[in-house]
């Protein structure tokens, strides 16, 4: 049975959600490169309980020329585990999540640096399992296009699956460190991986002890069929964009009936979509703030973000904006989930070009609200009590002032309805999430030793 009250996560960006946000004059135009910064936001987020601060990640600059690179704001930022293994010493309770791809790592790097981020912390590590999706990114790998869209989740579910046997690789009270007997660790208790699989051979062990949380949480984003086959399989905790209750409400049933047709617990599988809260004490105050940001990013800008959103099959520079967004698109070898999510939008309120390209530059395709604190917890409340959210994934258009905004006026609203907690209750994330520690694979009852080949 779920709990009653909602989780709440801190997207963690260095300007805020808005694509104009860093020209904002309450925002700092260094913040990307500003520890100090990123601080205090996750000092704002911990003080109001939030279960966990969220770094996303692209390993490549997403814009396709010079004019729009210009003028983006966001190629200046810190890796995110190294960000976040720096605030694990500047905070005591937040969960930390950092996005890793499966296309460009090898799965003995993610093991260890998850791992050593998960005793940095005292357990509060969770990794975003991605698989790129950024037209430019293989080129910095020394290939030419991205893997076929299906190959990538392949790889990924083989990926994690090698990742949690490095995790599971020694068991938790291997390390003896008996300084009389002179026996560091315990053989006995180290499971060789031996893993030769269709895309990955990896023998082990990891050179790390396994994590306090066991493994640190596994995230993951996707709504595509291959995503949400791949969430109900291995997400413990889901993010998604999708601003339609009814189709939230549909996402989260379905959701939630394939993970328990794989033997999953529906507490054990917390969907978390996105929302872009823009807070003032009255509706006019809101939307003025939403028309300024509105006014500092350019129609270029905008148009190369929104063909960017879209998988790259549209070139709108031209386009007659004026024109009534089509059905469908070509399908897209990148963001097929977000394609899928902005032409349903479309399509149901009849956007014009330019509209579709105004509200990704607002929200990506995320719930915005722009209102009073009332207003935002009545969306949030409705969406949570709907069963289309265990939680929220908290997108402040600007940083730090529209999280200070969320923080000093929707969460006691919140709050006061019973919806939100008052403080932390566990040690690790896991604890605070209500999630399960995962026993050792190669320890569990009737499991003999490592399997040689993960298919």
Known sequence: MRRDQMKLGLFLVQAGYNQGAWRDPSVPANGGIDIEHYAHLAELAESAAFHFIFCADSPSVSERDNATIARAGRNDGFEPITLLSALSSRTQQIGLVATATTTYH??????RMFASLDYLSGGRAAWNIVTSAG???AANFGEKE?????????RAKEFVEVVKGLWDTWEDDAF??????GIFVDTNKLHLLNHRGNYLSVRGPL???RPPQGYPVLIQAGASDAGI???A????????????LENGVRYYANLKEKARALGRQDDQVLIMPGIVPIVGRTKQEASEKLQRLQSYTPIDVLTSRADQWLGFVTDLRSENLDALVPEALPQTNFFQSRQKVLLGLAARHKFTWRQLIRLIADSGGHLLVVGTPDDIANTMVNTFDQRAADGFNILPATVPGGLKDFVDLVVPELRRRGKFRSGYSGRTLRENLGLKRPLNQFTRPGVSGPSQKHT
């Open 229 to 231: 086959r791949f969430a």
């Open 146 to 154: 991205l893997p076929d869209y299906d190959a990538r989740y392949a």
């Open 233 to 244: 399989e291995v997400g413990e905790v889901v993010f998604t964009a999708e601003p339609s």
């Open 135 to 137: 037209k430019f990114e």
């Open 207 to 209: 050179n790390v002890a």
């Open 106 to 111: 090898q799965p003995y790097h993610i093991a």
């Open 176 to 181: 003896i460190r008996d300084k009389q007997s």
